[in-house]
């Protein structure tokens, strides 16, 4: 399996700009996360999704953030307009309950920087 | 307060030492507990899964939860030059989906 996809690797845009990334998850995998890393504030969990729909975005930082998920093998989140305080790796990891317990796979992560 | 803590580091040690990492939590809720370690830019990629309270043994690595304490701890024996990473706790509640991670301790083992 080719694990969890995401593009693009690394994305540097000015402020006001529109961002889009990417995530493929592992097929078969039902749930979806996105997260955001810095050195201040550690991996945090924006948003997760169940069967493509949308559980808990509480974690989602500002109305500037949305994320879609059209179908099992594709989502997407969106940074609209960029700002320079939303530089940071962001990660999408998938994961699927076996024998009573989930195991979330990251993906590599996409490192954002917004000028 | 966050609701995870985990001393940042950087902590060094010689090859072959015992290394212990460490996190306390203040959510009494949290039952499932897991470590995570993450190659620089790399993802993280799951090391060690617990349920509730007790000890956990993999190989050269042990996990271990006091949940009366709320402190959870990993233990790598022999430690390896490869083992240099950073090792990230993490948390959840019922269902074991939603995680709460801790900030990530960075780890280098020198030859």
């Known amino acids: 399996d080719a694990g969890v996809i995401q593009s693009p690797r690394h994305e540097v845009t000015e402020m006001g700009q529109e961002v889009t990334l990417r995530c493929k998850p592992i097929s078969g995998h039902d749930y979806l996360f996105w997260y955001r890393q810095t050195m201040m504030r550690g991996l945090e969990l924006l948003i997760y999704f169940n069967n493509n729909v949308p559980i808990d975005d509480s974690g989602m930082p500002e109305d500037r953030f949305s994320a879609k998920m059209p179908n099992a093998s594709f989502s997407t989140l969106k940074i609209q307009p960029s700002e320079p305080r939303d530089s940071a790796v962001y990660f999408c990891?998938?994961?699927?309950?076996?024998?009573?317990?989930?195991?979330?796979?990251f993906g590599p992560g996409t490192r954002l920087t917004v000028t | 307060q966050k609701e995870v803590e985990q001393d940042p580091g950087p902590l060094s040690v010689p090859e072959g030492a015992i290394v212990s990492l460490n996190c306390t939590y203040s959510?009494?809720?949290?039952?499932?507990f897991m470590w995570y370690r993450q190659y620089s830019r790399k993802g993280p990629e799951l090391l060690m899964y617990t349920y509730s309270s007790g000890n956990k043994e993999d190989g050269r690595f042990t996990a271990q939860v006091d949940k009366s304490s709320k402190y959870i701890s990993l233990f790598i024996r022999d430690s390896q030059p490869s083992d240099s990473a950073t090792y990230l706790c993490a948390m959840s509640a019922g269902g074991g989906n939603k995680l709460t991670f801790g900030t990530g301790t960075q780890l280098k083992v020198e030859l």
């Open positions: 990891a998938s994961s699927l309950r076996l024998a009573g317990r989930y195991e979330q796979y």
């Open positions: 959510n009494s809720a949290f039952q499932y």
